[in-house]
């Protein structure tokens, strides 16, 4: 078994959102995504009572380059106006080509 | 009469299943109806009231439906100017939060009209079937000439294709103007077969879906708190002066009590489904604590109980001024 | 003519539905009802039979149903006391799965209660509207006693308060005393309009419901051969015990036979909602392998398919003897 | 006449219904039914088509039911074989793609058969009860029979015992099959009770079914430029076929007019929910690009537009054959 | 960009702990939490068949410190009476002041 | 607090395939498993378009054998076949035996 090294993104996120950051997701480079309906709370949600209605968590396994540019478009497109979290672990997959 | 007619509207399954919903939150239960039950109710509502419109359309003629027609367009732009404009001078809000406000109070509520149409049968008053192609109709208008005034406060440009595309295509709009032309086509032949799922249900699916909607209006209450007086005075006196305006337009253009007053409610009611989703995307700058608590917090609950037959009492009265 | 009752309960369609999600988990199919489904069925059954009630309650009259009610709200003590009791004699159970089981027979089974008026219907035997009611009384005190019992076998003491709350304002509990109250100030008239849901669906949603029961209760009767005799014994004879002194106890406050034979239902149902909710959160040293495996794995078939022609059976004894 | 009829068909509710999620889809909206109430919509279906097919049987004669049982499954054994043949020869796929489409083709779609009774019942054509029965019987062989076909072109054997298993205990079959016998038993007398759901609501239920089958054909109907020449000509041309030869079997064992196009349309209708569930599990090598696009994206719309009003077509020429 | 190493605490059980767990959770200093709905098997459910019913599952972002006192609260109160399970692996977060 | 270092096996798969893959998994030595249901794309979807109808998704914490015996039955039986993705990480657990 040939296992290679590869980052998990896990994003969770308004599931308004899920259309726009599949796209933007993709757009960047991941060659694959995995989404499950969530509900949750975090810091800016006590702060301003946002939208009711579900998140959804997408995880992404891919390289540490795309990892750098989700974060990146996170950080501007997303963090500033949506109810959204972001969290990056290290992973183990086979097919390497694949991920 | 006015408190009797008011006391059959309060005293309805629907309006009761409301109030339960509001108790439910009150006394911290963990009722909810699932999701899926709720995205379901609501897509049988969307469909069976734009249908049961297509088929009405199918039976009247051109003539008696074009001017209200026209006048429920102009109702869509004058509304959220009008709301822009009064936000404006009772309240502190910037610009894009304002523009927010107009799309909600511009655009109308599916839920308040049906309760609307309940009501009216209740009373034996009679409202031009052709009402729901009003509603489909004042839907849109309202959240564009809202986007357009809040992006003169936007630093960036709002990308309209994008937007424009992702109201026109949204859920609701489609199950609307589908259910229309589905009834158009089908008219009252294919229509017979489906009543007893759309007609027949109607009144108790509404009261599952209002008892969850009390539940949602329910745990809004407590920001109205943080909302500031001009926000509260808002959400509960626009609604009678734009419902008033809908009212008098319906009688100018032809439209008899039941259906005057109908577009009175429509014009009184504040979408909390298709403008906040579109606010949320095209202008995420906006406050949802403040246009969700203001239309599904304050208006909603507001309309329902007690705009639905303040609306009949104005229409009973533009009747008795005979224009 | 018992033989013959017993036949037409058995061969109606929600029992055979309850049969046939036995078969589907017997042959290991993969059938089930979405989650949202079966949750969306138990709203619409508790709501409906709540507000069912509150109609028929808005038009009895007090004199008529106090005396059922505080007999009701006496088995409701008397019966857990009784299971409590009977338990410690026959099986070999600590104090706290003791108080669980008389928990679980103090309270009582919405769908057997169901199921026991659609039977009542066939035979065409009338009941008083208002045996709702007694559904929603003896439904909390039996879990309450049984709690407290357990709780002298604790060595921690019960969080009465948090526990009580959460009883009461349970989705059950909301939804079902919610729609009586709803019922009773909406009235026949307002009862109308939602009848074709609440009403004209009822037995048909309860076949889709008892199809999922079925399924819930077949994946339990594996644990039925490790429950012991004792248990086994007791969920199947104390139904009989409390089922009559419930027909009893009916008859004696002035039902008639068919009051009697609900309140005889009621008495010999065991919960598997309420109170295991309850159990699980208060007493978690329990073992669902008992409480569940009793209620839900044995005395809920047993009662639907057997107990509900027998109360009739013992009613018409009842009747016969004439106090 | 057959245009008269086409329209009728065409402009019914649940086709239009499908329509609109087809145009849904090509405006790229976000529509879909939540899949909780997709699943649930598909229980009632198969449960309540099973439900009145048993009912029916309750009340036909052994006599004029055997032979069209024994005829159906000679078609459900025949109609593989030649589809399996006829890919052959205008498609270059392999023997396990061939045997996959075989299976698809061999069984049935319970929506084009809903369809196609409704629309018998608009043009007032009657129909034996027990069509539900050999819907049932069509469901498997062909299923079989292709999955056999299919194993030959397979290096591995293939796991029959729990292929079979996997078919026979399935979700479907467990309804279908099941609510025969519940309808049985339970005869016209319990089902009058459930009348008002299984039977006032089909319809409707059905239109709601389409609008998210129109949703799902539409996704797939990119994938169809991909299919190639050979697999549009096939998945147009041989329920054409297939039809007529369930038409005339229909025909020669007795059936009238309407039962014989219900057989004609079983024959013609392609599975894409049975039979994909078992050919992916038994027989993964096989491409659901291939299966799923004959019988889903271009096969079932065919069917639902044109094959119903033409088998009817067919019937009735069938009929003046006179045989 | 700028990432800073968290603990995720996954913790899987009945369903009927959710409000208990998220009270506990945000008590001790969580500062968000995420549920999915999940279903499963453990060692517990094998033994002596625990309620039906699905399994929620809540993942949450915080420090160490706090991981203790949750890991610690579940040891007292719900390992031994609940089917409850737990793992925490490791995770980097921008914007380290929310978790 | 006694915390152990386990492997946790992530798998994302047709839905169909649920009941196979536990019993699989189960008969491979893992002692339990969380299912929760998604979503997603991946490089095969994208090429054949599979199945309609959601992914699952199965997470087992278990330790390093039995997640080289899972990975190895799903590079044999499932990978060949079927949409099915998986990554595997490290995570740290109390109560040993149960994993
Ligand atoms: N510390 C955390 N741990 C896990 N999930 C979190 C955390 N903080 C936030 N979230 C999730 O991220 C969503 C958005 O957070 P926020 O932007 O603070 O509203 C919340 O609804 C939670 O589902
Ligand atoms: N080894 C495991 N891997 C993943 N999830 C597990 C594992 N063991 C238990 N679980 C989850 O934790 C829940 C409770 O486990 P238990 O306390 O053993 O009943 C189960 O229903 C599973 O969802
Ligand atoms: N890079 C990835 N990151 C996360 N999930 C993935 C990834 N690739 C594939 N998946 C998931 O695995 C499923 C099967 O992938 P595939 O075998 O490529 O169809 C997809 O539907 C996704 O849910
Ligand atoms: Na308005
Ligand atoms: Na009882
Ligand atoms: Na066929």
């Not at chain 2, 969307?46 to 049961?52: E, N």
């Amino acid at each position: 078994m040939k296992f290679t090294t590869r980052k998990l993104v896990t994003i969770v996120g308004e599931a308004a959102l899920e259309s726009r950051l599949i796209r933007d997701v993709m757009a960047l480079g991941a060659k694959g995504y995995t989404i499950t309906d969530a509900h949750g709370t975090g810091p800016r949600n006590q702060r301003n009572g946002d939208l009711e209605g579900g998140n959804i968590k997408i995880e992404i396994v891919t390289d540490p380059e795309t990892v750098d540019k989700i974060v990146e478009k996170l950080s501007t497109d997303y963090f500033p106006h949506y109810a959204c979290s972001c969290w990056i672990s290290d992973v183990e997959v086979l097919r390497e080509d694949r991920y | 009469m006015f408190l009797e007619a008011a006391l059959i509207n309060a005293t309805s399954a629907p309006v009761l299943a409301f109030v339960l919903g509001l108790v439910a939150v009150a006394v911290k239960s963990d009722l909810r109806l699932p999701e899926a039950l709720y995205q379901s109710l609501s897509i049988y509502l969307l469909l069976g009231i734009g249908i049961k419109g297509g088929v009405a359309l199918s039976e009247a003629d051109v003539a008696e439906v074009s001017l209200p027609i026209l006048g429920t367009l102009a109702l869509g732009i004058i509304i959220p100017l009008l709301a822009f404009w009064v936000v404006g001078k009772i309240t502190k809000l910037d610009t894009i939060n304002r523009g927010a406000l107009a799309a909600h109070f511009g655009s109308t509520s599916l839920v308040t009209f049906s309760a609307a149409l309940i009501f009216l049968e209740s009373q034996q008053i009679e409202y031009e079937g052709f009402v729901t192609t009003l509603l489909a109709i004042l839907e849109i208008p309202g959240i564009v000439v809202g986007l357009l005034l809040a992006s003169r406060g936007l630093g960036r440009g709002l990308d309209w294709g994008e937007s424009l595309k992702e109201i026109l295509t949204s859920k609701s709009i489609v199950l609307l103007a589908g259910g229309l032309v589905l009834g158009l086509i089908t008219g009252s032949t294919g229509y017979e077969k489906v009543q007893p799922l759309f007609g027949g249900l109607f009144t108790g699916v509404l009261t599952l879906f209002l008892l969850e909607m009390g539940i949602v209006a329910g745990r809004r209450l407590p920001d109205v708190k943080q909302a500031g007086l001009g926000l509260v005075a808002f959400s509960l006196g626009f609604p009678l002066v734009a419902g008033t305006l809908g009212v008098v337009v319906g009688s100018l253009t032809g439209l008899g009590l039941g259906g005057s007053v109908v577009l009175g409610v429509l014009s009184a009611s504040a979408s909390y489904i298709a403008a906040p989703a579109a606010v949320r995307l095209a202008l995420p700058e906006a406050s949802p604590g403040v246009y969700l608590t203001a239309s599904l917090g304050i208006t909603f609950p507001f309309n329902l109980i007690f705009g639905i037959p303040i609306m009949l009492a104005v229409g009973q009265f533009v009747e008795g001024l005979g224009f």
